[in-house]
């Protein structure tokens, strides 16, 4: 269940920031009940979630106008996502300046984001925007920490130094303690390859993921079958896998899908059945991913579970290729010096309009 949105602000502060501009996966949010807002703010999330905007504007600015955080914070979510106003960075900028003024961490990591990417009124400021994530993180904002762990770690990528990593690890140490998903995901990921000072622990490793999926990563439960198809940290269990797999994919995540795709293809630990893992590569090419596509022409190409038609092929292999995969442009380059004119017509018109085969 999706919590009240003030009520999250309560807590932990805006998501939807987060999501749009920076994360790869949109932050889950934690477990633990939030604190109870206060009448005003009450009746500000009951008129969000009934569409009046202006209602719920007109309560928060005069809450925000009392020095109320958290209502500054929401103002400027408001506004960086244009929920029923013009979007406006600039004007999120004053309200995420005033959040972050009253020293609401939620708001100074939002502040952070939106001095690093600048907008429309907004200058970029990416000093400022790095004191402001690091005063974030260690205020304890799980994200922010989540984030500039992942900083420190880029840094670390072109130095010796060893104290970037072992820095990285550490705020992504304190992340997952607060159960942030992306941070959880990175400490395995650290087990695994025995990076920031850890050893090497496949069975660590495991298990930063699998609380992972209890914090809501969808991404990790992909990663959890994989590590039960492989046996990293736990004894291989293909059927396991499928189970991973299958509820990644039934949240749309497009590498599930390919993976899921491929058991039914290769009867890996389900019984193989070339229609399924047809749909389910279709799914991810629809969502205009690369392997799903360059899968689907090849099984089309091949004719596994339907008839050969070697121009949808050609559609998939060039979707894929324009995605720098090599072999599909390879193929789709073989196969179109076998098309007919009226079947390069079809392809491009499916090729203009975006429609997957």
């Known amino acids: 269940m999706i919590r009240s949105r003030l009520a999250v602000l309560a807590s932990c ?3 939807f920031f987060h999501a749009v501009l920076f ?10 009940t939030p604190p109870a807002l206060p ?4 009746k500000a999330q009951a008129a969000l979630d009934k569409g009046d905007t202006e209602a719920a504007l007109k309560l928060l600015r005069a809450e925000a106008d009392k020095g109320d955080a958290i209502a500054a914070n929401a103002l400027g979510e408001i506004h960086i996502a244009g929920r029923g106003v013009k979007a406006s960075p600039a004007e999120a900028l004053k309200w995420f300046q005033k959040a972050a003024d009253a020293g609401h961490a939620a708001g100074q990591f939002n502040l952070a984001r ?5 907008g429309e009124g907004v200058a970029k400021d990416e000093e400022k925007s790095r004191f402001l994530l690091r005063t974030s993180a260690e205020a304890g904002y799980a994200y922010a920490q989540f984030q500039l762990g992942s900083y420190v770690e880029s840094l670390a990528a072109h130095s ?5 990593i072992i820095e990285a690890r550490e705020w992504y140490e304190k992340a997952a303690a607060q159960s942030q998903p992306d941070a959880l995901l990175a400490l395995a990921r650290f087990y695994d390859g025995g990076l920031g000072g850890l050893k090497v622990s496949a069975e660590k490793g ?3 993921c699998f609380r992972a999926t209890k914090a809501g990563s969808v991404v990790a439960m992909n990663e959890m079958g994989v590590r039960y198809q492989k046996g990293a940290g736990i004894h291989q269990d293909n059927v396991a896998a499928i189970g991973w797999f299958t509820l990644a994919a039934q949240h749309g995540l497009p590498a599930a899908l390919v993976n899921l795709g491929n058991c039914y293809e290769t009867g890996n630990g389900v019984r193989q059945d070339f229609d399924q893992a047809g749909r389910n590569y279709s799914a991810g090419a629809k969502l205009n991913f690369g392997p799903a596509e360059f899968l689907l022409g090849q099984m089309i190409e091949q004719g596994k579970g339907t008839a050969v038609n070697l121009a949808h092929a050609y559609v998939l292999y060039t979707r ?3 995605q720098k995969n090599e072999e599909a442009v390879k193929r789709a380059e073989a196969i179109k010096a076998k098309l007919t004119p009226a079947q390069l017509e079809e392809a491009a018109k499916l090729l203009r309009s975006g429609s997957v085969p």
């Open 23 to 32: 994360a790869a996966e949109p932050p889950k949010t934690p477990a633990a």
């Open 13 to 15: 502060g805006t998501l």
């Open 206 to 208: 495991f298990e930063s």
């Open 39 to 42: 009448p005003a703010l009450q």
């Open 114 to 118: 939106l001095l690093q990417l600048g």
């Open 320 to 322: 894929a290729g324009a």
């Open 160 to 164: 010796e130094e060893k104290a970037q």
